[in-house]
């Protein structure tokens, strides 16, 4: 059985990287919103960043995966747990 590896190239898309400065910004903010109406859920904790402008809301949909994993069905004579 001969198995194949993918080869990926990098992604010819730059994107902008936070500075330590501004992800020290955010954390604190967080930190802020947290000590303020703890606990609360990942979702509430960036609608709070969000409204609070600590993170950009973006309106742009997730990225689709490039290839869906293809299904595969159970071989013959497989034993299910």
């Known amino acids: 059985m001969s198995v194949t590896t993918a080869v990926y190239s ?5 994107r902008h990287r936070r500075t330590k ?5 955010i954390r ?3 930190y802020a919103i947290l000590a ?3 606990p609360q859920t990942v979702r509430g904790t ?6 609070a402008g600590s993170v950009p809301k973006t309106d742009a949909p997730a ?3 490039a290839e869906a994993p293809e ?3 159970p071989t013959e004579g497989a034993q299910l747990g």
């Open 71 to 73: 299904k595969t069905a």
């Open 46 to 51: 960036f609608y709070q960043a969000t409204v």
């Open 21 to 25: 400065a501004e992800m020290t910004a």
């Open 36 to 38: 303020d109406d703890h």
């Open 28 to 30: 604190e903010s967080l």
């Open 10 to 14: 990098a992604s010819p898309i730059r």
């Open 63 to 65: 990225e689709a995966p």
